[in-house]
């Protein structure tokens, strides 16, 4: 019914016009030059990408911190060709599930089940897979690598991207339709642009949480057999076992370089690049800023690029026209299309039964039989325990002290990137050191594994505690004030309610990372003496580390579902709490 | 000669048994050279009926031409603006008036040269290069109207192009729109043009067509505008089709007798054939209140220019004061019976008081109160209503339906709505 009036029509400021320069300044000069040492980077660190090598042998890392710099471009360039593959993905899969009515039915459960899946446990899979695919080079250890970083942040982008799609607004649907779009222009000027701002948050999200498992798949013993990667992560892991307490210093140095200099340099600018993306019609108060980006914006040559490959688009749009016109026409066979339907879904139910049989008669062949299941069912009560304690206990200890950040601007405005950044630090970077602290104090790794499992997951309920307790109005705040209600009775009426549907956001991710956390947190090395906890990521470990197959096939399969349950029993239920009763 | 025409359409949204007709029997010619204006209460399927013609919905039965060529599709020769300007943020002035022809594959230089001439046309110039969002609303619809005329469509669609603006703009911009039509210089042969506000209806049309809401939107009646342009809204005969129209719109020119104020029509009423309109408790008060203060009688075009409201607004109220028992209408003049006036007298718990025995009465309250009554423990899902309605309504009007009835029936104190778990409780529960 309701007719929505924008309120008032104000003419907003116009924006100030650049400087000009002349056709070529030192901007463009600086810029440039980044640009093409940027490029020889990539080729100098590719060259050695496959180099060979056998893979029975520990390639061996050169533990001289001047070598650190190498490294860290190895890393580097691992990370983001796995931002590349997932942006990729995430398009296509995403593309797919929202224009296909049957693929999406098979297409989103999946993603969502992707999302729980331990993804540490792909890891060896994908490296015995991958090295068996380019034998005698580093070339499959590299991919398996890049998958593992890429399978931590592409579920994430796609469901974004996918949920942006889904929800195009009705006028710009009709819009492309009513001009005659072609599918390409549709998706180019209409969906990819609606859908930016959502896609660069959550690749940057995703891209500090793939620092973890970029180290953790730097250095990996399958089978018996020890995997390096040249990288950051490996550096730090030989620095341990030659026993120089300095150089895995220089490590985490450069880890921190690393993590701060990509934010900096890179998704700073990229997201306040994205603000041009808004749909909201009107100026917003608050902008992303970047220096990086005002810099680059001063320079000319991003403009004349810009105009030299205006007949490249004029001819992609052109030649995007082969994908077809975008329209629904009203005649639709509906005889062929039951019969599609029917047979895709007699395809697919007969790959998955198929998949499921073969499956079953594998583990039945197995000395175990199907009671390889129970152990990891066990198992996974002790590793859930840990989960949940490191849950309780973080909440305790972040909200509070999130809640009083998030209430001044001023602490507002230190702690969020620093949080951020602590998020992004991949916690298994400093497991060695938290091991040998355990072996001088005698604390057991079941109870340290709380710990170290801590280390990473717990920044997520920070960070939500601080955003949610930003969103409270102020001047609900004021009123509580005036209205003198302090201490207990202010948290249970004002911000339990105010930051609630926040935390559950944090606490989710919190509590996925976790889990994740278990396959390297309850296994530890450090020098010789190698700790074990009791649980489910241990038995995943050894059963990676022993190449046993079949179970861990079951430990995956069970961690997944734990997970899985969780999510639906729990989790969401709280997530539509939040959302019904605490929205402010 | 006839650019579209419609016959025989009918258009349905999926309900429970089936579909559900949202409009049904339309007949319509669109002529080379007239401004047509599509004038209804707020569901009367106006906007469905628009999107028919640009062949973005498909019709369920009936065929809609354009030039004689039935429509299989996107429909050729037409072009749209939208309420919300629907402009892409992220193109610039220029850019958004030339996706049109882009999408027609015309190379850069052609489009270029037609984008600026239409810029230029619609008084747009200086802003070629400006991004939507550093412009005010009036000139953001002007760069929908300048995308729109640039591919030169046979016929141009308008979905209340207007109501997103403020008074004076929307009265600027209708008039240099009126004038560039009349100056031969613009480039459609004619307007389809949505809108609930009679007024602008009879000021730019030479044609109104009038639909009805229940219960389902056909064509009430058509009236012809032959006043010469520009239209001064003062004389006589301008006001006399008003009020001939007004009428026509909430129903009251077949001489339908209303019952006796404080008499209801005897229990026929359904959930099914009495829906709720869409109005709060808050407002219909407030209606109740303004009628008061002018001794309890008041004429449409009076309250309209009271309260600055449009008539699509202000009818939903004006139904569900009628459907209380709280007001009548007679022509074109709203009266609060002695009900009305106790309850727009009353204090808070007074006026629950006269509410609730009124809100009982109305089918789909009274139907929710009972149902509630006789179940286990004085609770039900919404779902089970939802279910119920979904047999007469679309899932659209099944939510508008239940939020109305858990509005009124919150304030009688009849039940009460839990939002989590979407259920309804009898208020005081049973026991
Ligand atoms: N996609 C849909 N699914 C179900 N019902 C729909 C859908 N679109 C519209 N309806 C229903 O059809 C009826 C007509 O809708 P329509 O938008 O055409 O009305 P309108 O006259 O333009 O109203 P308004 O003045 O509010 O814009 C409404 O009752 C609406 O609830
Ligand atoms: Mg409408």
Redesign the interface.
């Known amino acids: 019914?309701?007719?929505?009036?924008?309120p008032?029509?104000?003419?907003?400021?116009?924006?100030p016009l650049s400087p000009r320069l002349g056709w070529f300044s030192w901007v463009d000069a600086v810029v440039a030059a980044g640009l093409l040492v940027l490029l020889y980077v990539v080729i100098r660190l590719g060259k050695d990408v496959t180099l060979s090598f056998a893979p029975t042998q520990v390639s061996g890392i050169d533990t001289d911190p001047a070598r650190l710099p190498y490294y860290a471009g190895r890393s580097l360039l691992r990370m983001f060709a796995a931002l590349g593959v997932s942006l990729v993905f995430a398009l296509v899969w995403a593309y797919a599930a929202a224009h296909s009515r049957r693929l999406e039915r098979v297409l989103i459960p999946a993603l969502d089940i992707l999302q729980s899946v331990p993804v540490l446990a792909f890891l060896t899979v994908a490296v015995t897979g991958f090295v068996a695919l380019f034998p005698g080079s580093l070339l499959g250890l590299e991919l398996a690598s890049v998958f593992a970083i890429f399978t931590s942040q592409a579920w994430n982008m796609a469901f974004a991207f996918y949920h942006s799609l889904i929800t195009t607004?009705r006028?710009?649907d009709?819009?492309s339709?009513?001009?005659?779009?072609?599918r390409w222009?549709r998706f180019w000027?209409?969906e990819l642009?609606s859908g930016a701002i959502g896609l660069v948050w959550n690749a940057m999200m995703s891209f500090g949480g793939g620092w973890f498992f970029l180290v953790a798949s730097e250095l990996i013993s399958v089978s018996n057999r020890e995997y390096t990667l040249p990288g950051v992560g490996s550096y730090a892991g030989a620095a341990i076992v030659a026993g120089h307490l300095g150089h895995v210093g220089w490590a985490i140095l450069t880890m921190a370089i690393l993590v701060i200099g990509v934010n900096f340099l890179f998704w700073r600018p990229l997201t306040a690049w994205a603000e041009?993306?808004?749909?909201?019609?009107?100026?917003a108060a608050q902008v992303q800023r970047s220096l990086v980006l005002d810099f680059v914006r001063r320079a000319n040559w991003p403009r004349l690029l810009g105009r030299a490959l205006?007949p490249l688009r004029?001819t992609a749009?052109?030649a995007g026209?082969v994908f077809g016109v975008d329209?629904?026409?009203?005649?639709v066979d509906v005889r062929r299309r039951r019969a599609g339907d029917v047979l895709f879904t007699v395809v697919t139910l007969a790959l998955i039964g198929w998949g499921l049989v073969s499956l079953v008669g594998y583990l039945a062949g197995q000395p175990a039989g199907l009671s390889i299941f129970v152990e990891p069912l066990l198992l996974g009560l002790a590793t859930l325990a840990r989960v949940v304690v490191l849950v309780a206990v973080a909440t305790l200890i972040w909200v509070p002290i999130g809640v009083k950040i998030g209430f001044s601007p001023r602490l507002t405005r230190i702690a969020q990137p620093v949080v951020q950044i602590l998020a992004s630090f991949p916690a298994n970077f400093l497991f060695p050191l938290a091991t040998w602290l355990f072996l001088r104090t005698g604390l057991s790794l079941n109870i340290g594994g709380i710990l170290l499992m801590a280390l990473g997951a717990q920044w997520y309920i920070l960070f939500n505690a601080i955003a949610g307790a930003m969103a409270i109005p102020t001047d609900l705040r004021e009123a509580m004030d005036d209205l003198g209600v302090h201490g207990r009775r202010r948290w249970k009426r004002l911000i339990i309610p105010g930051v609630f549907p926040s935390y559950v956001t944090g606490a989710i991710t919190a509590s996925g990372g976790a889990w994740n956390a278990s396959i390297v947190a309850e296994v530890v090395t450090f020098g010789g003496t190698t700790l074990t906890a009791t649980g489910l990521g241990a038995y995943i470990a050894h059963a990676t580390a022993a190449g046993d197959h079949p179970r861990l096939l079951a430990g995956v399969a069970v961690m997944s579902m734990y997970v899985v349950l969780i999510n639906r029993l729990f989790w969401r239920r709280l997530y539509?709490?939040a959302e019904?009763?605490y929205s402010l | 000669m006839t650019l579209l025409t419609v016959t025989g359409l009918t258009k349905s949204y999926a309900g429970a048994d089936g579909d559900l007709p949202v409009l049904a029997g339309i007949d319509l010619d669109i002529n080379e050279g007239e401004i047509v204006a599509l004038l209804g209460k707020?569901?009367s399927g106006k906007s469905t009926l628009l999107?028919c013609l640009?062949?973005?919905i498909?019709?369920n039965s009936g065929t809609i031409t354009y030039r004689g060529r039935p429509?299989?599709?996107?429909?050729?020769g037409?072009?749209?603006v939208?309420?919300?300007?629907?402009l892409?943020?992220?193109?610039t002035v220029q850019q958004n008036v030339e996706?049109?022809l882009?999408?027609?594959?015309l190379?850069?230089r052609e489009r270029r040269e037609a984008a600026l001439k239409a810029i230029d046309l619609i008084g747009l110039d200086g802003f070629e290069s400006?991004?939507?969002?550093?412009?005010?609303?009036?000139m953001?619809q002007r760069v929908g109207f300048a995308r729109a005329l640039v591919?030169e469509p046979d016929v141009l669609l308008m979905d209340?192009p207007f109501?997103?603006?403020?008074v004076l703009?929307a009265e600027n911009l209708r008039g240099e729109l009126l004038e560039l039509w009349e100056s031969g210089e613009f480039p459609t042969k004619a307007i389809v043009v949505v809108t609930?506000n009679i007024e602008e209806a009879v000021l730019l049309a030479d044609r109104v067509v009038v639909l009805a809401a229940r219960p389902y939107g056909t064509i009430r009646a058509t009236y012809d505008i032959p006043l010469p342009r520009p239209r001064d809204r003062d004389s006589t005969d301008f006001t006399k089709l008003i009020d001939v129209i007004y009428q026509t719109m909430t129903g009251r020119d077949h001489g339908t007798p209303l019952p006796p104020p404080g008499v209801r029509a005897p229990a026929k009423r359904t959930p099914a054939n009495t829906p709720l309109p869409?109005a709060g408790v808050d407002g219909l008060s407030g209606l109740a209140e303004i009628l008061q203060r002018h001794g309890g009688r008041l004429d449409f075009a009076e309250l309209t220019d009271e309260l600055s409201l449009?008539v699509?607004?202000l009818l939903?109220l004006i139904d569900a004061l009628e459907l209380l028992g709280f007001a009548a209408v007679e022509g074109t003049e709203v009266r609060l019976t002695s009900q009305g006036c106790a309850f727009s007298e009353a204090d808070v718990q007074t006026s629950k008081e006269i509410f609730a025995p009124a809100a009982i009465e109305i089918p789909l309250v009274r139907f929710i109160a009972t149902s509630l009554a006789n179940s286990v423990g004085g609770r039900l899902r919404a779902g089970f209503f939802r279910d119920v309605l979904a047999h007469h309504y679309t899932s659209e009007q099944v939510a508008?339906q239940l939020n109305v009835a858990t509005d009124w029936g919150r304030y009688a104190e009849l039940y009460s709505y839990d939002?989590?778990h979407e259920e309804y409780r009898l208020d005081p529960p049973p026991g």
Do not use: C
């Open positions: 019914m309701g007719v929505p009036r924008s008032a029509n104000r003419v907003a400021p116009s924006r607004p006028e710009l009709e819009l339709r009513g001009m005659g779009f072609s222009m000027k209409v642009p041009r993306f808004k749909v909201e019609q009107s100026e205006a004029e749009g052109r026209r329209d629904r026409p009203f005649l539509r709490l019904h009763r | 707020s569901g999107r640009a062949g973005l498909p019709p429509l299989t599709g996107a429909n050729p037409t072009a749209m939208f309420q919300t300007f629907a892409l943020p992220w193109l996706i049109g882009e999408a027609r594959g190379p850069a400006a991004y939507p969002k550093e412009l005010s609303g009036g953001r591919v209340e109501s997103a603006l403020d703009t609930h869409a449009e699509d607004d939903p508008e939002t989590l």
